[in-house]
């Protein structure tokens, strides 16, 4: 009987390439946290992550697939222990609740949250069926999104503005290097990120 062998360095390496961007140190170890006790999940988590991602529903990959799997590590550990009924309900219900206020705000699509919320990973799979709180977690979800679209605005209007500061330090200092200092404008720019500097 042969086993695969699953080695992180290789998976990693190879989501280096595709989404051109490294883990954070502490970031990597939370995945290989996981992955050395469930490679299999990880892989699997790795290329719905990657789908994600390539089709431009997330924009960083590597924080919300460690998220992915260490909720679904989570998942999977405690799926052989006995469910402890509506108290059980409740607490997931709420920890759902809080991951839509926190994280699920920045899904773009109803599909992709119930997904995340009810599918094969999900942290509210065993209650797929439950056709009452599916509806009211995804109300949730249609309620909360306008705090993620706003966050989204204002993060590009801040990437903005610092391109725009950028762009114009950049245009002084060639002009800078052209011109004698004697005959250098007086006009400062203002930096947007320090306050009263603008």
């Given amino acids: 009987m042969s086993t695969t062998e699953h080695v992180w360095s290789a998976l990693r390496d190879d989501l280096i390439h595709r989404w051109a961007d490294k883990p954070s140190g502490p970031l990597e170890q939370r995945l290989l946290d996981v992955f050395e006790r469930h490679p299999q ?18 924009r960083s990959p590597w924080p919300v697939f460690a998220k992915h799997v260490e909720d679904a590590a989570s998942t999977a550990e405690r799926a052989n222990k006995p469910a402890k009924g509506e108290q059980e309900r409740a607490r997931k219900r709420t920890r759902a609740e809080q991951w839509v206020r926190a994280t699920g705000i920045h899904f773009d699509r109803e599909e992709e949250v119930h997904d995340e919320l009810f599918g094969s990973f999900g ?13 009211e977690m995804l109300a949730l979800w249609r309620s909360q999104r306008p705090r993620g679209v706003q966050v989204e605005r204002e993060a590009e209007e801040r990437m903005r503005t610092q391109g725009e500061y950028y762009a114009r330090r950049q245009e002084l200092e060639r002009a800078s290097r052209k011109l004698p200092l004697d005959e250098l404008p007086a006009v400062g720019i203002a930096n947007p990120f320090i306050e009263g500097d603008a």
């Fill in 123 to 135: 942290m509210l799979r065993s209650y797929v069926d439950d056709a009452q709180l599916v509806e």
């Fill in 41 to 58: 999940l990880v892989l699997d988590a790795s290329e719905q992550i990657a789908d994600r991602f390539e089709r431009g529903v997330i």
